[in-house]
Structure formats: C-alpha cells, structure tokens
C-alpha cells in the first residue's frame, strides 16, 4: 500500500510541475527546456530508488498503470478540461492577442517565427492562430488567402495513390513485394532493365501505373544549373 501511495504522490507531483512550467517547456525543447526536464525526472524519482531490482519494476510498472488511467480519464469530455489546457488564442481575425501570447509565455517574434514556417507572412492574413494542447501552433488563414482547392474550381480529382517502397538503402522491403503480390523475380528484372544494381539503390517505389521508380545514390553533375544551386563555398 504504501508503495502505491509514494508512486500515486510522485506521479501527481510531476504531473503538476510540468503543468505549471506550461505547454512550451515540454513540446517545443531546446537544451534548456531537456535540462530541466532530466533534473526535474531525477528529482521527482529520488525517493522510489532502490538497490532492489524488483522493487524497481514495481514502480516503474505502476507509474506506466497511472499512465494509462490518466490518458483513458482524458476521453471523458468533462474530464479532459480538468487534466489538460484549453487553447489558447494567439490571433483573431487578423489581431494579435496579447493575453494570448503573455499566457502562452511566447514573445511576438516566436509567434512570428511559427508563422513564417508554416508558410504566412503576414498576421493580417490570418483567421484564427492558436497554440493547442499539445504545445503546436494551429494556423486558419483567412478564406481569400487560403490555398485554392479543387472544389473551389468544380474540378474532380483521382484519389491520392501512396508510392510503395520496394527497396530502401540497398534493402529488399520483402512485406511490400508480398502485399503487392510480387515476387523478387520481377524486381530483380525491373532493377536490371534499368541498368541498376539493388545495393546502390536509395529508394524504389512502387507507382500507381505499375512501374518502379528508382532513386539510386549518385548525385548528378548539374554543372553550375542555377535551379541546382547549393548555399555556401562549398558549392
């Protein structure tokens, strides 16, 4: 009883301090934040060490129970605003939420920064920004800036097919070629028609019309192509 008593103790008090550092700590780390985060784990976990490796697995197997009863509370929809944080705000119709961004503890360049990667510019293009439960920046932009997409222009498209790895480094990827029904026969044909050998090949696909793609590990001599250009003196 009372070693599920200190695990349950430990377990909540983790899960405390994680909460109170916020969600950036912990999803968006840089050496600081897995500093803190390693000493906070040793710290938290002095008092259930012990020399006794049963004893160990015990803990380690009842915090990894907590665990699990934590995430199966969290698909409880009143539950789950208790155990985890709402979103919070970060721009609304092209204004930039102060509150937002002082509770979330992100300075405005962050916030920008977020933004340039996603692939926006301008926060006046923005419809909605916020920073989910899990620490991610969510992005809606504006409708008239959204990208165009086929059922804005009435066009009907094919579904999208997935490439099929059949070799990767130098691999067969022996499941692939048996879920395709294919055997290493008509591989080994298809890798010879292109003058090829398995062992300095990347990657092949299998595509959509049924032929192999092959990427070997050769890199081409473009020749001072602009469009091939590579930043630095080594270029």
Not at 92 to 98: S, Y
Not at 109 to 121: A, I, P, Q
Not at 194 to 202: A, L, R, S, Y
Request: charged share 20%; no cysteine.
């Amino acid at each position: 009883m009372e070693t599920l008593y200190r695990t349950f103790i430990i377990f909540v008090a983790g899960y405390l301090f994680l909460r109170i550092t916020g969600k950036k700590a912990v999803s968006q780390m840089n050496t600081i934040d897995l500093l803190y985060i390693f000493v906070l784990t040793n710290i938290i976990s002095t008092p259930v060490e012990t020399s006794h490796v049963w004893k160990s697995l015990v803990y380690a197997g009842i915090v990894v129970i907590l665990y699990k009863i934590f995430l199966r509370l969290s698909l409880h929809n009143q539950l789950r605003w208790l155990l985890y944080e709402r979103p919070i705000v970060l721009i609304r119709n092209g204004d930039i939420d102060r509150k937002g961004l002082k509770k979330a503890k992100m300075p405005l360049n962050e916030l920008l920064s977020n933004l340039r990667v996603k692939g926006y510019t301008d926060t006046q293009n923005i419809a909605f920004a916020a920073m989910e439960e899990t620490g991610n920046i969510s992005v809606i932009p504006k409708s008239q800036y959204r990208p165009v997409q086929p059922n804005d222009l009435n066009l009907k498209v094919k579904k999208e097919y997935l490439p099929i790895p059949l070799i990767m480094d130098g691999q067969i990827i022996y499941h692939n070629l048996k879920y395709l029904q294919l055997n290493q026969g008509w591989l080994m044909n298809e890798v010879d028609k292109k003058g090829e050998k398995v062992e300095n090949i990347m990657l092949a696909t299998f595509l959509e019309n049924g032929k192999l793609f092959i990427d070997n590990k050769e890199i081409k001599n473009h020749k001072n192509d602009p469009h091939y250009y590579n930043p630095g003196k080594g270029n």
